[in-house]
């Protein structure tokens, strides 16, 4: 499926612009340009932020969104990662989508503002995701959160966070999510797929650039583990069960879609589903189509499905 004109002009516009030789400089424009473009905030009931301290005494900060309409009772919930490299955006960048996901699930989303790279490198953010993850477990009573319905997921790089929490909990012995919800997720550190090829440049998510993010992310140029590159992991058993959505035009649709694949082919429950017509970062671009909006309204009704 082409793409629509809208979305054209606006990848044709991104490609215009080289990428900044520093990913700092992109981390800083992306901070004022990517919060203009979901256009107008949804209502919810209420935003509650926290602070969590990490494995290593760290604060993190955790902001909890609670849909309006609530049935009386303990809440689903979903712990999520936001995208961005591991190297920019944050709570702020994500207000919009979360809130809309929210909604849309009917569930609490859990956003937790995890540690960038190339200052913090793996495992940093996937221990903080973690360490998130308990605290969120330890507290469902005082947070009005069902124990029985917790979820995580997250978008391109937070999609990568949360398949690696999954593939943590279960190494470690703990109990997995109730669901894994992977957003167009970046598994596989070693780029080499058709969609790569096809899409490397010009779909506002290049090759350039994510060569760029794992770099950041990875720090090491050896061989990386499981736990930073999912695709990686050679056993897939025992995982929770997973919603995947994969975009047409994104050099990273071939890797989510091999993982749901893999996962399916182990006996884990998986749904998977393209979006056609869609680009990597998609629940950010309302204002670019509304037609973008169908990343989050099928994220909401796969949670819905799953934990409601």
């Known amino acids: 499926?082409?793409?629509?004109?809208?979305?054209?002009?606006f990848v044709d516009a991104v490609a215009a612009h080289p990428l900044p030789h520093d990913l700092r400089d992109l981390r800083a424009i992306s901070a004022t340009a990517l919060p203009q473009?979901?256009?107008?905030?949804?209502?919810?009931?209420?935003?509650?932020?926290?602070?969590?301290?990490?494995?290593?005494?760290?604060?993190?900060?955790?902001?909890?969104?609670?849909?309006?309409?609530?049935?009386?009772?303990?809440?689903?919930?979903l712990l999520f990662a936001h995208g961005?490299?591991?190297?920019?955006?944050?709570?702020?960048?994500?207000?919009g989508p979360c809130r809309a996901l929210a909604n849309a699930s009917g569930c609490v989303v859990a956003a937790v503002g995890y540690r960038l790279a190339p200052e913090h490198p793996f495992p940093v953010a996937l221990h903080d995701v973690a360490d998130v993850w308990s605290w969120l477990q330890a507290n469902t009573e005082r947070l009005g959160l069902d124990s029985q319905?917790?979820?995580?997921?997250?978008?391109?790089?937070?999609?990568?966070l949360a398949a690696a929490c999954c593939l943590l909990l279960r190494d470690l012995g703990l109990p997995q999510p109730r669901r894994q919800l992977l957003l167009y997720p970046a598994l596989d550190a070693g780029m080499?797929?058709?969609?790569?090829?096809?899409y490397a440049s010009g779909y506002y998510l290049s090759a350039e650039l994510m060569q760029r993010c794992w770099q950041a992310y990875l720090g090491d140029p050896g061989a990386p583990p499981a736990l930073a590159s999912p695709a990686h992991a050679t056993d897939l058993h025992g995982l929770a069960p997973a919603s995947v959505l994969s975009c047409e035009h994104d050099p990273l649709r071939d890797e989510a879609e091999q993982y749901a694949l893999r996962l399916q082919a182990a006996g884990i429950d998986c749904t998977l589903e393209r979006l056609?017509?869609?680009?990597?970062?998609?629940?950010?671009?309302?204002?670019?189509?509304?037609?973008?909006?169908?990343a989050v309204q099928r994220a909401g009704a796969l949670l819905r499905q799953a934990l409601c």
């Open 149 to 160: 319905r917790l979820a995580i997921g997250g978008d391109s790089a937070g999609g990568n």
């Open 1 to 9: 499926m082409r793409l629509e004109a809208a979305l054209q002009q």
């Open 192 to 198: 080499d797929s058709d969609s790569y090829r096809e």
């Open 37 to 77: 473009l979901p256009g107008a905030p949804q209502r919810v009931a209420q935003v509650v932020e926290y602070s969590v301290t990490a494995r290593d005494g760290h604060a993190l900060e955790v902001r909890l969104y609670t849909p309006e309409g609530l049935p009386e009772g303990p809440a689903p919930a």
């Open 84 to 95: 961005g490299g591991w190297f920019q955006c944050s709570l702020a960048v994500y207000d």
């Open 276 to 294: 056609p017509g869609m680009v990597h970062a998609c629940i950010h671009l309302h204002t670019v189509s509304a037609s973008t909006d169908v």
